[in-house]
C-alpha cells in the first residue's frame, strides 16, 4: 500500500526545512523537504523501533538548546 503524500510534523509549522515522511509499499521513506530527490528508504519496523526510541529520549542528547 503506497501513500505517494509526503507528511511533515506538525512541530515544522510553516517551515519548508524539515523531513518528511510517506509510506510505500516497501516500508517507510524519508526525507529533507530542501532535497526532494534524494530519500532513504527502510522497513516498517525499523522506523517504528526508531520513533518508540526518539519518544523514550534516547536522542536528546543529540539536540542542541537554543
Not at 503506497?2 to 510553516?14: D, E, F, H, N
Not at 524519508?30 to 517504528?48: M, N, Y
Request: a negative charge; hydrophobic letters at 40%; one cysteine or more.
Amino acid at each position: 500500500m503506497s501513500s505517494p503524500t509526503w507528511q511533515k510534523s506538525s512541530y515544522s509549522g510553516s517551515s519548508n526545512a524539515c523531513v518528511e515522511v510517506r509510506a510505500a509499499d516497501v516500508g517507510v521513506e524519508l526525507r529533507e523537504s530542501d532535497e526532494g530527490a534524494v530519500a532513504l528508504r527502510t522497513t516498517r519496523t525499523a522506523f517504528d523501533a526508531f520513533l518508540r526510541a526518539a519518544r523514550a529520549g534516547e536522542f536528546d542528547h543529540l539536540v542542541i538548546a537554543p
